[in-house]
């Protein structure tokens, strides 16, 4: 690919991708069987310029291809007060013409295929990166625009990070405990809780104790809480999210080196 003998989209993504790569230490790229694209959102001239220059040069993308959220409202376009409709059009249709499915969804993990357990993806946005490896057990790291897209049209993604069995250990305790049971078994207190962990961890990997059951939906609003409010990529539930049947494997046996309790004037607070 990166020779440019299977096209110059390929080499292109590939040259960005295996830049990509050595910033992240990776010393090789693995195999993903999906992505998901954030970039088909509007920043600026440079989100339109890259899908382009893939579009126009060939790419198609190499594994099942879904699509974020774009700039438009497409079931009730007369609400769009913006000024880049135009971009926003184009936008979407240079991924589409490249094999994306037309999803708008920054939930793809609720379409009816969605990735299994230890399946090597590469999604962007925030929060259905971080259901995807905690409630899902599939593998991604938390990508951003122009790299889901490198990442879709090649077929891989750099083996460092959340891809691998080592970092996706938890690193620390995140007590509920001491709560009262009739607060555990609120919808509201799932993304409260999501808060308190996306500001207490930052980029570290959480393992949450005390919590008896929860629904998808539940632990959905606890993952898009703590990915927007930190840099979380991956949290363990014990006993109920597929990494963590309890403490021991969700630390690899290891000690626990760090609780953090938290408590209701955390939850009042947050």
Same mark, same amino acid.
């Given at each position: ?82 000024? #880049? $409709?135009? =971009?926003?059009? @184009? *936008?979407?249709?240079?991924? +589409? ?7 708008? &969804?920054? %939930? ?56 691998? #069995? $080592?970092? =996706?250990?938890? @690193? *620390?305790?995140?007590?509920? +405990? ?7 078994? &609120?919808? %509201? ?56 049947? #309890? ?10 080196? +760090? ?12």
């Amino acid at each position: 690919m990166l020779s440019g003998d299977r096209g110059e989209a390929l080499a292109m993504a590939m040259r960005i991708l295996t830049k990509f790569a050595r910033v992240m230490g990776a010393s090789e790229l693995l195999d993903i069987s999906a992505a998901h694209i954030d970039g088909c959102l509007v920043t600026g001239q440079s989100s339109l310029d890259l899908a382009e220059a893939l579009r126009d040069r060939g790419g198609q993308v190499a594994v099942p291809t879904t699509l974020n959220v774009s700039s438009l409202d497409l079931l009730h376009p007369e609400l769009y007060r913006g000024d #880049d $409709e135009p =971009r926003a059009r @184009q *936008l979407m249709q240079a991924y +589409e013409d490249m094999g994306c499915q037309p999803t708008w &969804t920054c %939930a793809p993990y609720q379409l009816e295929a969605r990735p299994g357990f230890g399946d090597q993806i590469a999604w962007a946005e925030s929060n259905a990166i971080a259901f995807a490896n905690s409630v899902l057990g599939a593998r991604t790291n938390r990508y951003g625009d122009f790299i889901d897209i490198c990442c879709a049209l090649t077929g891989r993604a750099p083996a460092a990070g959340l891809h691998l #069995d $080592e970092h =996706r250990l938890a @690193q *620390l305790v995140i007590s509920v +405990e001491h709560l009262p049971d009739r607060l555990l078994a &609120t919808d %509201a207190f799932f993304p409260v809780l999501g808060f308190v962990i996306g500001t207490s961890v930052g980029t570290r990997v959480p393992a949450v104790a005390g919590i008896p059951q929860a629904t998808e939906d539940q632990l959905k609003a606890m993952c898009a809480a703590a990915a927007s409010a930190g840099s979380v990529g991956l949290i363990h539930v014990v006993g109920i999210t597929p990494e963590a049947p #309890d403490l021991s494997t969700a630390f690899g046996s290891e000690p626990v080196a +760090e609780t953090i309790i938290v408590t209701a004037s955390d939850i009042v607070h947050a």
